[in-house]
Each structure stands twice: as structure tokens, then as C-alpha cells.
């Protein structure tokens, strides 16, 4: 099994604070997808990345690929609290999805 | 965008009783769906996968007599919870593989399950 490490596993900012998320394995992934997930309800996706060394936007949050394809980061940039919740990375290796351990973020106003 | 209906989202009942959670890709054809356990604040920890027409692939330390999976049809994976105990609450997601949009992959709202 494939192991994804995801830290940090908590974080508690103040509106306004930027916050960066990694996620690190030791294993080759053909992509690697984001998700952010609200008690009580499944994951929904944010981002999927492909190609090594890729940088995808989505409004304030940011997100990179490693170029060995074996690590990404999620960076937010002026947090809202709107923003918190779980955020999850997985890595897809085929025909499974392998869930690093989620970071659970709290944006207090 | 491509939708998986997950029911019952709520579910409690009593120990020993058999408990059915169906996943189902409304608007494509899902040939492979993944079952995953969730814990209060933890991530997912997938259970099994399920290919349309054949057994399912359970993970390791996963009882495979006590979480049946079937996925009769393209559209629809059921898991069942047999003789269901309190160890056995927990949040059960499900996800299917939708090849036609690039093999993205669409969760269930869930499904959290109570053993008294």
C-alpha cells in the first residue's frame, strides 16, 4: 500500500493568515487530486494535478505537483473562515485512490 | 457534473441487524466504485473495491464475510453491513470511476451508521 503524509495534521489561524499544506510519499503517483471535506458529507474535489512540477490555481488557493510526481502542496493565501474544513490529498496510482491523513483547518474570524 | 447518490445518509440500528448502504452513478457508468471507512477527524481508509460484474477487492484487515459488496450493475455498488456491532459505527463513503470525464472519481455524500 501506498502511503501519503500529509501534514500538518491541525492548524488554527486567524482570518487573513496564509497557510501552505503538504503532502509527501515516497511513491510515484499519475496524479494526485485535492479535496476538502465538511463534517457529515463526502469529500468534494478542488483540484486534480498530472503533470510534474504543475501549478494550479484556484482563486486564493494554490496548488504544485512535485516534479518526481511524488509530492504536492496546497498553499491558501489570505484564509477566510470560510475556508475551514478537512482538506484531504490522495494520490492516484491506477485503479486506487490512497488518502493521506487529511489536515483539518480552522479559520477563526 | 457527474453525481453519486449515496442512501441511506443516516442510518442506527440494532446490534446484530444487517445493514444495506447503496451507491449509485446517476448520470454515468461507473465500472469500478471504491468503498471507504471514515473515523470522527480522520481521513478515508478504503475498504474495497468494487468491479461491476465481478468480487470485490477488500484491503488488508478488512473482514470481506462481514462487509458484503455487490456491484450487480453499472450504476449501482451496495455494501452490507452483517451482524452489525457498535465497533462498527462510523462514517461509510462511497466513490465511482467515471471514464467517460477522464477517469475522475465522485463521492457519495456519505453515510454515517449508529450500532446500538
Known amino acids: 500500500t501506498q502511503l501519503l503524509e500529509q501534514s500538518p495534521q491541525f492548524l488554527s489561524i486567524q482570518e487573513g493568515e496564509n497557510l501552505t499544506v503538504y503532502c509527501n510519499s515516497s511513491?510515484?503517483?499519475?496524479?494526485l487530486q485535492w479535496y476538502r471535506q465538511e463534517p457529515g458529507e463526502g469529500p468534494v474535489l478542488l483540484v486534480t494535478v498530472v503533470t510534474g512540477g504543475e501549478v494550479k490555481k484556484l482563486k486564493r488557493l494554490t496548488f504544485q505537483f512535485g516534479d518526481a510526481r511524488k509530492d504536492s502542496s496546497l498553499h491558501i493565501t489570505a484564509a477566510q473562515p470560510g475556508d475551514t474544513g478537512l482538506y484531504l490529498c490522495a494520490g492516484d496510482a491506477g485503479n486506487m485512490l490512497t488518502f493521506g491523513g487529511g489536515t483539518r483547518l480552522m479559520v477563526k474570524p | 457534473g457527474a453525481v453519486v447518490s449515496q442512501h441511506p445518509s443516516w442510518v442506527i440500528c440494532k446490534s446484530g441487524t444487517s445493514v444495506k448502504i447503496e451507491c449509485r452513478s446517476l448520470d454515468f457508468q461507473a465500472t469500478t466504485m471504491f468503498w471507504y471507512r471514515q473515523f470522527p477527524k480522520q481521513s478515508l481508509m478504503l475498504m474495497a473495491t468494487s468491479n461491476e460484474g465481478s468480487k470485490a477487492t477488500y484491503e488488508q484487515g478488512v473482514e470481506k464475510d462481514k462487509f458484503l459488496i455487490n456491484h450487480a450493475s453499472l450504476t449501482l455498488s451496495t455494501l452490507t453491513v452483517t451482524s452489525a456491532h457498535p465497533e462498527d459505527s462510523s462514517f461509510y463513503i462511497c466513490?465511482?470511476?467515471?471514464?467517460?470525464?477522464?477517469?475522475?472519481?465522485?463521492f457519495g455524500s456519505g453515510t454515517q451508521l449508529s450500532v446500538l
Open positions: 466513490s465511482a470511476r467515471d471514464r467517460g470525464l477522464g477517469e475522475k472519481l465522485f
Open positions: 511513491s510515484v503517483f499519475s496524479s
